[in-house]
């Protein structure tokens, strides 16, 4: 037990056991109303900075998102200011003006923070035009490294097995231009990619999408029909092994599609729904940090309202509960991925539904536009079929007829 602030922290044990049934304890542990946590501070400010990891790299428990940041440097030197040091972004994101932002708002500041970046990898690339994307990324922050290159949005092992992402790391390295390497993934197949990297010793890091949608202990206690208590996801199970193998996590869509709706009235006793969501993230050893899409100084304020949390407080089971009785059938888990082989048209669901999230929770439909223009099968299949093959594919009863419908009619 570490104590700093008035905070009391449970420090995990980097090198102990953690199987499937010791994070089903934990997680049944934190949902009960439990011990008392960190009181709130006079200004919200980072709380704590966790190890990624076996990189060293001591990181901010909650990071800043930049996916819509476009100019706004005051923001990016707001999060410096309450002790933020994690700052992802990916030359996708807002076509490479996120990354101009950020290298304008660290500049002199680059010592302080850890700075990662992101790119979409097709299979065939050769390391030269990987490296040449690297370089693109480092020009626009102006930088001569950054700390983690991720190849970006991972949904296919193949984008994994390309004999050439090695070879390419592995140079990167050697010059100096990047540090470590990691691998993000939000979609389909996610698991199948967590562990194909895992397996082959690719990756550093994992940026992979992580809520309480995926805790079995949640639904436990807020859903009456047991079939679905039964249902394990794959995701933590996952997420555990690359804890136990020195693999840093930080875990995003931590909201579950959360981050532009109106969720004040889920809000108890002070505490934000976002908090909750957090704390129930941080509350989990698999993860090491999160990040999130910080749009305005309010929201970074807010959001390091749950820093230095390592257990839920006692209404956040409530809050949680609320929100998931109304959004939850809107809503992928992630890594489970039990839908993808239901449509006979190649429709990969999850990333369908994915855009969809862009559109509708996050406020961003150029982005869900550009997005589904680049699944390689979309969902205009789906306005034909009958929606017999998927209508019962997905275990926790999202309507995957409708859901594919409405996106296919809103981004077609």
């Known amino acids: 037990m570490c104590e700093s602030a008035g905070y009391a922290f449970d420090m995990a044990d980097p090198d102990g056991d953690f199987d499937r049934r010791e994070f089903l304890r934990r997680s049944a542990a934190a949902g009960v109303a439990l011990a008392a946590a960190p009181a709130l501070a006079e200004e919200p400010r980072v709380r704590r900075y966790a190890t990624l990891g076996k990189t060293g790299l001591r990181v901010s428990d909650i990071g800043f998102g930049s996916f819509p940041l476009d100019g706004d440097e005051r923001l990016v030197h707001r999060a410096l200011d309450r002790g933020i040091n994690y700052f992802d972004t990916a030359e996708s994101y807002m076509d490479g003006r996120s990354e101009e932002t950020l ?4 500049r002199g500041k680059r010592k ?3 700075l990662v970046s992101k790119a979409q990898l097709p299979p065939g690339m050769r390391a030269t035009e990987m490296m040449h994307r690297l370089e693109g990324s480092l020009h626009r922050l102006q930088t001569d490294h950054l700390d983690i290159y991720f190849s970006h949005a991972v949904n296919d092992p193949k984008r994994l097995s390309n004999p050439e992402w090695p070879e390419f790391t592995a140079r990167a390295k ?5 540090r470590f390497v990691g691998m993000s993934g939000h979609g389909g197949r996610l698991v199948k990619c967590l562990e194909y990297a895992m397996a082959n010793d690719l990756v550093d890091v994992f940026l992979t999408a992580f809520n309480f949608g995926q805790d079995p202990a949640f639904y436990a206690r807020i859903v009456e029909r047991l079939d679905l208590v039964a249902l394990q996801p794959k995701l933590p199970e ?4 690359a804890k136990k193998k020195g693999i840093g996590v930080v875990a995003m869509k931590t909201l579950r599609g959360a981050a532009n709706n109106d969720v004040s009235r889920f809000q108890r006793d002070g505490a934000t729904f976002n908090q909750a969501a957090f704390r ?3 509350s989990h050893d698999v993860v090491d940090s999160l ?7 309010a929201q ?3 959001y390091l309202g749950a820093s230095g949390w390592t257990r839920t407080a006692a209404t956040d089971g409530a809050v949680l509960a609320r929100y998931e009785a109304r959004e939850g059938g809107k809503q992928c888990r992630y890594g489970c991925d039990d839908c993808v082989a239901s449509c006979p048209a190649g429709v990969v669901i999850p990333e369908v539904l994915r855009t969809r999230m862009y559109a509708e929770d996050y406020g961003h439909p150029k982005i869900a536009k550009r997005e589904y223009r680049a699944l390689e099968v979309d969902a205009s299949a789906c306005a034909s079929c009958s929606g017999e093959p998927c209508a019962a594919a997905c275990p926790h009863g999202i309507s995957i007829p409708e859901l594919t419908k ?6 077609g």
């Open 300 to 302: 970074v304020d807010e």
């Open 280 to 282: 129930w993230v941080l």
């Open 238 to 241: 996952a997420l555990a092994r």
């Open 112 to 114: 302080e923070v850890v």
């Open 103 to 106: 290298g304008r708002a660290l």
């Open 291 to 297: 990040i999130v899409t910080m749009e305005t100084p």
């Open 406 to 411: 409405h996106t296919g009619r809103l981004l």
């Open 174 to 178: 050697d010059q100096g231009k990047i």
